[in-house]
Nanobody, 118 residues
Framework: QVQLEESGGGLVQPGGSLRLSCLAF????????MGWYRQAPGKERELVAQVVSDGRTTYADYVKGRFTISRDNAKNTVYLQMNSLKPEDTAVYYC????????????WGEGTLVTVSS
């Protein structure tokens, strides 16, 4: 079992930056995919960025060049550095850890709210 704890959300002005953190507790040995998703009011949850065990990253088109996902394996933590934030980035951001190939290994944090507004 894995528990995830997100932090770093808040209110920021357009053009500003935030860094989200997701700390994992528990048995992360089989986790090989870590990512961030977001859900804006009235919209479906969508992928923002993900990183796999070999370090390869994937980004949604709307955050390329602005957001960076990274991980610290020693700290069981994944980060999302968000720069040049826009009002349309306002959403609840969720951390996801997954063990692809292992049934049931799909864990979500409770989410952290990011509000981009002047």
């Amino acid at each position: 079992q894995v528990q995830l704890e997100e932090s770093g959300g808040g209110l920021v002005q357009p053009g500003g930056s935030l860094r989200l953190s997701c700390l994992a507790f528990g048995d992360t040995f089989r986790i090989n995919l870590m990512g961030w998703y977001r859900q804006a009011p009235g919209k479906e949850r969508e992928l923002v960025a993900q990183v796999v065990s070999d370090g390869r990253t994937t980004y949604a088109d709307y955050v390329k060049g602005r957001f960076t996902i990274s991980r610290d394996n020693a700290k069981n933590t994944v980060y999302l550095q968000m720069n040049s934030l826009k009002p349309e980035d306002t959403a609840v951001y969720y951390c996801n850890f997954r063990g692809t190939g292992y049934p049931g290994m799909d864990y979500w944090g409770e989410g952290t709210l990011v509000t981009v507004s002047s």
